[in-house]
Structure formats: C-alpha cells, structure tokens
T-cell receptor
Framework: AQSVTQLDSQVPVFEEAPVELRCNYS??????LFWYVQYPNQGLQLLLK??????LVKGINGFEAEFNKSQTSFHLRKPSVHISDTAEYFC??????????FGQGTRLTINP | DAGVIQSPRHEVTEMGQEVTLRCKPI?????LFWYRQTMMRGLELLIY????????DSGMPEDRFSAKMPNASFSTLKIQPSEPRDSAVYFC???????????????FGPGTRLTVL
C-alpha cells in the first residue's frame, strides 16, 4: 500500500527566507505526486504535480518541487516566502488510479 | 467560474440525528470525491464516483454513512445516526477524468465543518 510521510508537522520561517517542506512516499511502482495548499478555513488547492518527465516541477505562487526516485522524496521549496504563504501544505500520491493518499500536513508559519 | 459548492458550511447537531451534506461539482466534471479531515487521521478518502456511479467506497467508516449521486451536478453524504466521533471537516472534490490514469487534478470545495454534540 502507498503511504506518504511529511517529516515536519510545523515549520516556522522568517519572511523572505527560503523554505523546504519535506515529503517521502512509499510505493513499489510508478506514482504520481502532488502538493496541495490549504489556507485557513478553505479547501485544498493544487500547487503542483509530478506525472513524468523532468524531475523539477514548477507550480503556482513561486513554489517548486523535485522528484527524487532513489530517495522516494518529493520535497517542496520556495526561495523567498511571504506572509501570505502561511497555510497548511499537503503532499499526496496516487498510483495510476484516482485515489489520492495524503500526508499528515505541514503547517508553515511565516514570521515578520 | 464557480468552483465546487458545498452546503452547509457549518453544521451543529446532536448525537443520534441525521445529517446530510451536499455538494455541487464543477460543471463538466465527471468524477466526484468525498473526504473527511480530522486532527487524528488527517485527510481520508471516503468514497468516489465516476459518471455518477460509486467506484470505491472502501473508505466509508461504517453503515451509518451513505453517499449518493443522483445526477452529474449533485451529491449527498448522509450520516444516520450521527455520533460525536463523526465531528470533522468534510470535503467534496471533483475532477474531469481523462482516460484511465490518475493524473486528473481534483478541485476541492470549502468544506463542511460538522460538530456532533
């Protein structure tokens, strides 16, 4: 069975600093990988997804993620964060079907 | 373009009562998903439909939960009778399914926050 581990439940960062949110997945076959963002009291919004091809995926709001098959990781990065990036971030995996398996989420807090 | 619409946004009920959550997917989408989000268990897929037909309900916790999709623009998730442990945020999501892959982007509604006293 697939699973997703988000290694940090909370990440505090100063404004304009870089950030990396870590995600590892477990699967024995090819997978599709996703990052979603959830702003307070809202639903989830897709940031980016990896399907195939280039391992560096660029998404909305200046975020990018790198797929690393050997390390089974899909870490999310942003070179300079803003207060508006304060949210919860979810990594998810699907295995050719439509079912998404989500990680537990990482709460990103931006301090001024 | 309207996104996924869910109602009500908040529901407070007493144990034993019937609760019905509603969802209107994005027009033109042919797949619909119901999720539950709790602090303890995170985001869990309860059930999903393709072309109004339930495909996988293995995530439905027990017989007290039922979901229907009578047409392409409406779905309900019903809990009867409700229990305090059902308190959670319930999300509906929809997507346009292309072929047999799992690459479709799911678009989420704002959720219904359910509190069962």
């Amino acid at each position: 069975a697939q699973s997703v581990t988000q290694l940090d439940s909370q990440v505090p960062v100063f404004e304009e600093a870089p950030v990396e949110l870590r995600c590892n997945y477990s699967s024995s076959v090819s997978v599709y990988l996703f990052w979603y963002v959830q702003y307070p009291n809202q639903g989830l919004q897709l940031l980016l997804k990896y399907l195939s091809g280039s391992t560096l995926v660029k998404g909305i709001n200046g975020f990018e993620a790198e797929f690393n098959k050997s390390q089974t990781s899909f870490h999310l990065r942003k070179p300079s964060v803003h207060i508006s990036d304060t949210a919860e971030y979810f990594c998810a995996v699907s295995q050719g079907a439509q079912k998404l398996v989500f990680g537990q989420g990482t709460r990103l807090t931006i301090n001024p | 373009d309207a996104g996924v619409i869910q109602s009500p946004r908040h529901e407070v009920t007493e144990m034993g009562q019937e609760v019905t959550l509603r969802c209107k997917p994005i027009s033109g989408h042919n797949s619909l998903f119901w999720y539950r989000q709790t602090m303890m268990r995170g985001l869990e897929l309860l059930i999903y439909f393709n072309n109004n037909v339930p495909i996988d309900d293995s995530g439905m916790p027990e017989d007290r939960f039922s979901a229907k999709m009578p047409n392409a623009s409406f779905s309900t998730l019903k809990i009867q009778p409700s229990e305090p442990r059902d308190s959670a945020v319930y999300f509906c999501a929809s997507s346009y399914r292309q072929g047999g892959s799992g690459t479709d982007t799911q678009y989420f509604g704002p959720g219904t926050r359910l509190t069962v006293l």
